[in-house]
């Protein structure tokens, strides 16, 4: 991206070539402010000169003098061209459920104006304009999160994105939900006309998919970190040993997820009177819930790093169709639409972060059970008149449990639409929102963890590494000693909320060498 350090920090500008997946959470979460590159705007200038040149001269190009899906063999005429772009908006905005949040929106936006700022969409750079003003006042549509099947794009999405910018629907700009007409004239915004071409545009393209799995991704890598941190303090409370993390064994078995975990572990783990006392100690193995945390979570970090290089892709690229490339004035019709590589690496991205909770359920239940822990029942002096932790178990147990629904596949499925036309489809879009689920309860089975084992810890005499006391003293500003039964409810969410926030990133790292994902 183009510009000084200071611009950096706080303008995002996009190309349609350099846009990040961090840049991307920015403008999403912290509302910051987007232009569209000089460049990319005389490059868009320039296409669109050439486009209209070709409509003129009586070229047949899909989507500007022609139906759409199967009505494709249907010739527009000349002065009903404008009518077509309105009404393929209208036509498509036939969302329904809950509306997105806000964050998801916003990434939306922000994801189709770089898409059209690439240049091969033959539009004007008013468009990507129109986007990026409505980002930066804040005006923000009312768009459904069902009702794509992810092959033609996220058509119904981006038509509800599209309708709001005609002046039409609903727009969240402070007030709550209202016209978008009157949301637009009070931030002093005039509603768009689209021009030939330009509503086909607007609809084709995977960025309902790529905005929920591009903050899904992220919040998957702080996810990640978060369990390795909470895997570290349970070895601790569980008294097991560090000897599996030894290098040794992930250099003969090289795989980068692997080795960053046993880094992270060793570091982690690096001064604890815990780890020094199994020096002498006759138990030469632990289950597996400890002794294959580098195996088992460095495959899901893998997994994490592979959805990332995929969305890196998506979000700068040109997924319209047809595409118009200019320096030789051809139109022509394809399918980069297709959310296939999406859809795949957002459920591969959902199986991954499941594993992480499941992995880290195993372990709280192990922290609560006497006789695999000994601790305390259910980490309390009290059994018996109190429960103690047993009931967050269960919270955890659950939440797994949802997830192995939700790990099913989206992309495995496919209904044909528009009369057999669009007869293969990815659902990414669902893959993606089935991802996002999928980290949140996962993120709240690995608080639990924290709590579980951040109690286990307060039985035992040793003191701990100084990683893990940074990180305890952290949590333990939100979550006192359970001495007494009390509604752990909002406790979870605050840990949670914690963990989403490198709360306790920022402990261990101040403590120890740790390597974010």
């Not at 949040?101 to 916003?106: C, D, K, L, S, Y």
Request: hydrophobic content about 45%; glycine content about 8%; some cysteine.
């Amino acid at each position: 991206m183009a510009g000084s350090d200071n611009e950096r920090k706080d303008v995002v500008t996009i190309d349609g070539n350099t846009l990040s997946i961090e840049k991307v959470v920015r403008v999403a979460r912290e509302m910051v402010r987007v232009k569209l590159s000089q460049t990319a705007s005389e490059s868009m200038r320039e296409s669109r000169k050439a486009l209209e040149k070709l409509v003129e001269d009586g070229r047949t190009i899909y989507g500007i003098n022609t139906g759409v899906g199967e009505l494709v063999d249907v010739r527009i005429p000349l002065d009903e061209l404008m009518d077509l772009q309105v009404n393929l908006i209208r036509s498509h905005a036939c969302g329904v459920g809950e509306p997105y949040p806000t964050e998801v929106v916003r990434a939306l936006m922000l994801l189709r104006a770089n898409a059209l700022a690439k240049g091969y969409s033959g539009v004007r750079p008013d468009l990507p304009k129109m986007l990026l003003d409505m980002l930066n006042a804040g005006v923000h549509p009312l768009v459904p999160r069902q009702g794509s099947v992810g092959a033609s794009g996220d058509l119904v999405m981006l038509a509800h994105l599209g309708l709001a910018m005609l002046g039409e629907g609903e727009v969240d700009a402070g007030r709550g939900f209202e016209p978008s007409v009157r949301a637009l004239r009070r931030k002093r915004l005039s509603p768009m006309k689209l021009e030939p071409k330009e509503a086909i545009s607007l609809i084709n393209g995977t960025q309902a998919m790529g905005a929920l799995g591009v903050l899904a991704v992220k919040d998957a890598a702080v996810l990640a970190d978060n369990a390795q941190i909470a895997a570290a303090m349970s070895l601790e409370a569980l008294k097991g040993t560090s000897s599996a993390f030894d290098l040794r064994i992930s250099k003969v078995r090289p795989y980068k997820g692997q080795l960053t975990v046993s880094r992270n572990m060793l570091s982690l783990l690096e001064g604890s009177e815990i780890m020094v006392s199994h020096h002498d100690c006759p138990k030469i193995q632990d289950s597996y819930t400890l002794r294959c945390i580098p195996q088992v979570m460095g495959a899901s970090l893998d997994a994490i790093w592979y959805a990332e290089d995929v969305l890196e892709v998506e979000i700068n690229s040109a997924t319209d169709n047809p595409l118009f490339f200019p320096e030789d004035g051809r139109v022509i019709s394809g399918g980069n639409f297709h959310g296939q590589p999406l859809a795949l690496a957002l459920d591969f991205l959902g199986l991954a972060v499941h594993e992480l909770g499941s992995f880290s359920e195993r372990r709280t239940a192990r922290l609560v059970d006497e006789k695999l822990s000994g601790l305390p029942a259910f980490l309390t002096r009290h059994g018996g008149v109190g429960s103690g932790l047993m009931v967050p178990q269960y919270v955890a147990a659950s939440l797994v449990s949802e997830n192995k629904v939700l790990v099913h596949p989206a992309s495995a499925d496919s209904i044909p639409t528009s009369a057999n036309q669009e007869d293969h489809n990815s659902m990414g879009t669902i893959a993606a929102w089935k991802a996002r689920q999928i980290v949140e309860n996962s993120r709240r089975v690995v608080a639990i963890e924290l709590i579980s084992a951040a109690q286990g810890l307060d039985f035992i005499s040793l003191g701990s590494s100084p990683a893990v006391e940074k990180v305890k003293s952290a949590l333990r500003a939100c979550v006192p000693h359970l001495e007494e039964d009390r509604s752990m409810a909002r406790e979870i969410d605050e840990v949670s909320r914690m963990m989403a926030e490198g709360v306790f990133i920022g402990a261990a790292e101040s403590a120890c060498d740790f390597r974010r994902t």
